[in-house]
């Protein structure tokens, strides 16, 4: 009984902070990631791959949520030396998911 009292008031306490972490995307924007994913993913995707779109439509994806999303993009970032700031890379997250993802918002 004591631990389900403490439980709950835990929950309670720490409801609303985890309510207001900010989400990946949050201020990524989509318009601004296009260009971006237009300049620099391209090529590159279609120079790995054959198909720019390939890495984002195929069945057995790794990326499943919004986070892994970002993540992605901070590696591909960091691997090319493409220089995005890290507003960029939300705003290229932000563009691959409206387009391909779909993560909720």
């Known amino acids: ?33 296009k260009q971006l994913v237009e300049k620099d993913c391209v090529g590159c995707h279609v120079r790995r791959f054959g198909d720019a779109t390939t890495i984002y439509t195929r069945a057995d994806r790794k990326v499943r949520t919004a986070e892994q999303l970002l993540a992605q993009v901070q590696f591909c970032n960091s691997e090319l030396k493409a220089g995005y700031f890290p507003e960029e890379e939300e705003h290229v997250a932000a563009y691959l998911n409206l387009q391909y993802y779909k993560f909720a918002p």
């Open 1 to 33: 009984m004591l631990r389900t009292t403490i439980l709950a008031v835990v929950l309670l306490v720490a409801a609303p902070a985890l309510a207001q972490q900010p989400k990946p995307l949050a201020h990524g924007d989509a318009a601004a990631g």
